[in-house]
């Protein structure tokens, strides 16, 4: 084998997609991603944003695609209230239904430099994800804190499943790729997987 391939053996391209509700800080979550800065305009988010970025993990290429959807409900302001966490189980109930109960989430608690003004407990909230099969990070859009980590964290894993065979690159709306088309007829699928889409619930 070639050097050329097996470099772009190591090139994937995942696909994202934030949600959660209006006002949390999904689209600050992906701008601070991208572009490594708080996003000053806070207007709520009207149909869909989008945004790439090339990272390394474990010595593997993989393009990250981010797709922020705007929060279902009517447009008002929310910060670190328990609404935004009572409203978890739907959005999860709508993941795993929409897609697969074998996708990858992540749960993020952002806007944890307002930690005076919290509701949630860290303990409250990392039970949570314990009890749903979730990861789990305190996020800051603001400060950047966990905000990297986030996504990081969610491109080991899945990289870890398709290791594994559990996730498989070759199914179609997986949500998952090898960078190059032309890489499909280098390998064989490695297992069977209901995987239909990857997100990260930010």
Known sequence: MSLT???EENYF?????VIGSAGT????LLHQFIESKFKQDSNHTIGVEFGS??????GKTV????WDTAGQERF????????????LTNWLTDARTLASPNIVIILCGNKKDLDADREVTFLEASRFAQENELMFLETSALTGENVEEGFLKCARTILSKIDSGELDPERMGS???YGDASLRQLRQP????????QQCNC
């Open 25 to 28: 800080g999904k689209s600050c």
């Open 63 to 66: 393009k990250l695609q981010i």
């Open 53 to 58: 970025r090339v990272v390394n993990v474990g």
């Open 76 to 87: 008002r302001t929310t910060r670190i209230t328990r609404e935004t966490y009572n409203a």
């Open 190 to 197: 490695r297992g069977t997987t209901t995987q239909n889409k």
């Open 13 to 17: 391209l995942f696909k994202f997609l």
């Open 175 to 177: 949500g998952i790729q």
């Open 5 to 7: 391939a097996v470099a």
